[in-house]
């Protein structure tokens, strides 16, 4: 599954279902599932996720350790296995590199909501289990917040996203 790329529009509520059972995949397995090798720091994050709230749909950036970097949209759709290009893994990588940095800002959780419209919620994917954030998208982006440089990255991450669909469609 993390090795296929794949490009869809939402058409239906198969596709909806689908991207949030990915999203709740990933939430649930363990590194060792996911094929990566991490130490035992209860800390230590291997993933993060980036889920932005809009008026039509939440938008899940899906970052792990190894560059596995993947996009789900709740309404379906999105791309699977970008971290397959360089610059999406090394985006991917630096955005987990830079969760590791504000782990002690998030919480402990064991549930995982979507954000709101305009919100912003990192799931950080530690070894000892999962970590939550949330801010308002705008704080984020305008440096208002203590997690905006995590923000920023992960935007980083959506731009190589980005480009990279715009060099496969020319």
């Not at 985006?91 to 064991?110: C, D, H, I, K």
């Not at 995982?112 to 950080?124: E, K, S």
Request: proline share 4%; no cysteine.
């Amino acid at each position: 599954m993390w090795g296929r790329k794949k490009d869809t529009q939402p058409t239906s509520e198969d596709e909806a279902e689908g991207s949030a059972g990915l999203r709740r995949l990933i939430l649930s397995t363990s590194p060792a599932d996911l094929g990566l090798t991490v130490d035992a720091d209860p800390e230590r994050v291997y993933g993060v996720l980036m889920e932005t709230g809009y008026d039509a749909a939440v938008v899940t950036i899906v970052s792990l350790i190894d560059g596995t970097t993947s996009m789900y949209i709740s309404t379906g759709g999105g791309t699977i296995g970008a971290g397959e290009h360089e610059p999406v893994a090394e985006a991917t990588r630096a955005f987990v590199a830079m969760a590791q940095v504000f782990v002690g800002q998030t919480a402990p959780t064991t549930t995982y909501d979507l954000p709101a419209v305009g919100r912003v919620r990192f799931q950080l994917l530690t070894v000892g289990g999962g970590r939550t954030a949330e801010a308002a998208e705008d704080d984020l982006g305008h440096g208002r917040h203590p997690l905006s440089a995590l923000f920023h990255a992960g935007q980083d991450v959506i731009t190589q996203i980005r480009l990279l669909s715009e060099q496969q469609s020319s």
